[in-house]
T-cell receptor, first 114, second 113 residues
Framework: GEDVEQSLFLSVREGDSSVINCTYT??????LYWYKQEPGAGLQLLTY?????DMKQDQRLTVLLNKKDKHLSLRIADTQTGDSAIYFC??????????????FGQGTTLQVKP | GAGVSQSPSNKVTEKGKDVELRCDPI?????LYWYRQSLGQGLEFLIY????????KSGLPSDRFSAERTGGSVSTLTIQRTQQEDSAVYLC???????????FGPGTRLTVL
């Protein structure tokens, strides 16, 4: 079935690297996304990776995609207290009835300790 | 506009009343989505519009929920005879076509008393 799994909680110290992991099910996903949600706010698009890529780097963010294992990770270098938020992994579903539909993980709460 | 906008940002209503939530997608985006975020259910897909095609309504939880998109731009999500379990944050998103990257608005927090 359609399922995206994430660990629920991660705690790191300021300045350390954070790695948030996600597994997904649909091998035909076009994009895989990472969204960030701060308390009381909407979903901020953090980064995304096209399914024909293995890695994408954007400043402090590195996304790794392992299509064989259907595993996606987000690495945040030099984590800051402002990075504390919930991070959602999402995959797009395709098919005649699912085009463009996002399936989200449960979200990983990142706690950054000073 | 620069991003997806939604109004109102907060809505408090009494059980049994109807509510309308509005979404303005990013200019030029042909695909528009509604999602719901609640404590017990996480992020759920509700409905999807793409151009002039018939919308994908497969995520609407009951016939009290409906949505329309006028002129291929603004969308309104209507909830009739609201129930307490409808309390959630309703998120709108848009993308440039079927394969475009999906951007979300700030959401409308609905509280049904």
């Amino acid at each position: 079935g359609e399922d995206v799994e994430q660990s629920l909680f991660l705690s790191v110290r300021e300045g350390d690297s954070s790695v948030i992991n996600c597994t997904y099910t649909d091998s035909s996903s076009t994009y895989l996304y990472w969204y960030k949600q701060e308390p009381g706010a909407g979903l901020q698009l953090l980064t995304y990776i096209f399914s024909n890529m293995d890695m994408k780097q954007d400043q402090r963010l590195t996304v790794l995609l392992n299509k064989k294992d259907k595993h996606l990770s987000l690495r945040i270098a030099d984590t800051q207290t402002g990075d504390s938020a919930i991070y959602f992994c999402a995959e797009t579903l395709h098919g005649s009835s699912n085009t463009g539909k996002l399936i989200f993980g449960q979200g990983t709460t990142l706690q950054v300790k000073p | 506009g620069a991003g997806v906008s939604q109004s109102p940002s907060n809505k408090v209503t009494e059980k049994g009343k109807d509510v309308e939530l509005r979404c303005d997608p990013i200019s030029g985006h042909t695909a528009l989505y509604w999602y719901r975020q609640s404590l017990g259910q996480g992020l759920e897909f509700l409905i999807y519009f793409q151009g002039n095609s018939a919308p994908d309504k497969s995520g609407l939880p009951s016939d009290r929920f409906s949505a329309e998109r006028t002129g291929g731009s603004v969308s309104t999500l209507t909830i009739q005879r609201t129930q307490q379990e409808d309390s959630a944050v309703y998120l709108c998103a848009s993308s440039l076509g079927l394969a475009g990257v999906i951007f979300f608005g700030p959401g409308t927090r609905l509280t049904v008393l």
